[in-house]
């Protein structure tokens, strides 16, 4: 079973759908027995990191997440409050990675949204997913290139698209909208075993 965790602030039916294109079905869910006991588990997420944190600890959920031992993988969101710590709201995040999230200085337009390429992957998740391959992104804050990162982005700077440490895999673009090479990554993750 895997579970998509909904604490009020995710794509999950968007997330649902990608899941369900592949054949796989998932279930929504806040219940931390159901996200102890799923196979793998989604934490998705977007809006405003300070207020999903606060939704995640009137949940318990604060306690759950950091100590599954089932393949996790988060997204966009959900990725960046799997760090230590978030600028947006001077929010202190889950700990799972070590690293912080920092708000783009850029010229170019803030939020970086649209496709971008990755490079520099590397391990499961992006098996058969070549280098220069297009994701969708839309985001403000960024997590900085880090021993944790398993791939990178360029926006201006050159910023980390996804972290893997132990069971834990997070993307800052969203591949339940990136077609057919965010299909592949999720299959890659559904293929992962623990």
Same mark, same amino acid.
């Given at each position: 079973?895997?579970?998509?965790?909904?604490?009020?602030?995710?794509?999950?039916?968007?997330?649902?759908?990608?899941?369900?294109?592949? =054949?796989?079905?998932? +279930?929504?869910?806040?219940?931390?027995?159901?996200?102890?006991?799923?196979?793998?588990?989604?934490?998705?997420?977007?809006?405003?990191?300070?207020?999903?944190?606060?939704? +995640?600890?009137?949940?318990?959920?604060?306690?759950?997440?950091?100590?599954?031992?089932?393949?996790?993988?988060?997204?966009?969101? *959900?990725?960046?409050?799997?760090?230590?710590?978030?600028?947006? *709201?001077?929010?202190?995040?889950? *700990?799972?990675?070590?690293?912080?999230?920092?708000?783009?200085?850029?010229?170019?337009?803030?939020?970086?949204?649209?496709?971008?390429?990755?490079?520099?992957?590397?391990?499961?998740?992006?098996?058969?997913?070549?280098?220069?391959?297009?994701?969708?992104?839309?985001?403000?804050?960024?997590?900085?290139?880090?021993?944790?990162?398993?791939?990178?982005?360029?926006? =201006?700077?050159?910023?980390?698209?996804?972290?893997?440490?132990?069971?834990?895999?997070?993307?800052?673009?969203?591949?339940?909208?990136?077609?057919?090479?965010?299909?592949?990554?999720?299959?890659?993750?559904?293929?992962?075993?623990?």
């Amino acid at each position: 079973m895997i579970a998509i965790i909904d604490y009020g602030a995710g794509n999950v039916k968007s997330v649902q759908n990608a899941f369900d294109r592949l =054949g796989t079905g998932t +279930i929504i869910t806040a219940d931390k027995e159901v996200i102890q006991s799923a196979d793998k588990v989604i934490f998705p997420g977007v809006g405003h990191a300070y207020s999903a944190m606060k939704q +995640i600890q009137e949940k318990g959920l604060d306690q759950v997440i950091p100590n599954l031992q089932q393949p996790v993988l988060g997204i966009c969101l *959900g990725m960046q409050l799997m760090c230590r710590f978030s600028e947006e *709201g001077n929010t202190k995040g889950l *700990g799972i990675f070590s690293d912080q999230v920092v708000r783009f200085q850029l010229e170019e337009r803030v939020p970086h949204m649209g496709w971008n390429a990755i490079e520099n992957q590397q391990g499961d998740l992006f098996e058969g997913i070549e280098t220069g391959t297009d994701f969708y992104f839309v985001h403000s804050y960024y997590v900085p290139t880090s021993t944790s990162s398993v791939a990178q982005t360029n926006y =201006g700077i050159s910023f980390t698209s996804a972290l893997q440490q132990n069971n834990f895999y997070a993307v800052q673009f969203h591949p339940e909208k990136s077609g057919e090479s965010g299909e592949r990554l999720l299959l890659n993750f559904l293929n992962i075993q623990p």
